[in-house]
């Protein structure tokens, strides 16, 4: 099955700054990548995805780059605010059987007013 | 749009008691809906997927007399932790995926239910 490995576990950064979070995937048929913010107490919120057949995708300050080679894919954050701060997860899934989402362990990340 | 809810929010019971957590997709219709249990400081993990009108699917280790998944329709799902025990105290969490009408790749989560079993 897939396995999605996640790093960093915690991430602090000043108000302002940039952050980027790493996540590889093990498996070759996986071709839809998304990304959740979740918020202490709260379920997943979706903040970007992308597909395999796009190398990169923007929305305001977030950013998602996909390099299918190498089986790994980045989040970006530009220009962070305090209520960025939460836990991130990537996760993968593929079009086939259960489409099911496998997740990565989570990214905390702090930013620093 | 793509609204999913969840009842109760939180519940406290009895151990040995049964618990029934309800998963809605507000505006639009799914066919496939996901379980997931997350214990604190932890990431997602998938208990059970939940196809409408079909018997649920389950990931291995999870029990499924133990954990009773209904999907009767295309807007509702629930699940029923029965003779609850302190281990099944966790958060658990629903997901929807659209059955048309927009990406069905992507999957919607509810805001979680906190059990937590005395």
């Known amino acids: 099955g897939e396995n999605v490995e996640q790093h960093p576990s915690t991430l602090s950064v000043q108000e302002g700054d940039s952050a980027v979070i790493k996540c590889t995937y093990s498996d070759s048929a996986s071709n839809y990548f998304p990304w959740y913010k979740q918020e202490l107490g709260k379920g997943p919120q979706l903040i970007i995805d992308i597909r395999s057949n796009v190398g990169e995708k923007k929305d305001q300050r977030i950013a998602v780059t996909l390099n299918k080679t190498a089986k790994h894919f980045s989040l970006h954050i530009t220009e962070t605010q305090p209520e960025d701060s939460a836990v991130y997860f990537c996760?993968?899934?593929?079009?086939?059987?259960?489409?099911?989402?496998?997740f990565g362990s989570g990214t905390r990340l702090q930013v620093q007013p | 749009g793509a609204v999913v809810s969840q009842h109760p929010s939180w519940v406290i019971c009895k151990s040995g008691t049964s618990v029934k957590i309800e998963c809605r997709s507000l505006?639009?219709?799914?066919?496939?809906m996901f379980w997931y249990r997350q214990f604190p400081k932890q990431s997602l993990m998938l208990m059970a997927t939940?196809?409408?009108?079909?018997?649920?699917?389950?990931e291995q280790g999870v029990e499924k007399d133990k954990f009773l998944i209904n999907h009767a329709s295309l807007t509702l799902s629930t699940l029923t932790v029965t003779s609850a025990h302190p281990e099944d105290s966790s958060f658990y969490i629903c997901?929807?995926?659209?059955?048309?009408?927009?990406?069905?790749?992507?999957?919607?989560f509810g805001p979680g239910t906190r059990l937590t079993v005395l």
């Open positions: 997901s929807a995926r659209r059955a048309s009408g927009g990406s069905t790749d992507t999957q919607y």
């Open positions: 939940s196809n409408e009108g079909s018997k649920a699917t389950y």
């Open positions: 505006d639009f219709q799914a066919t496939t």
């Open positions: 996760a993968a899934s593929s079009d086939t059987g259960r489409r099911a989402l496998t």
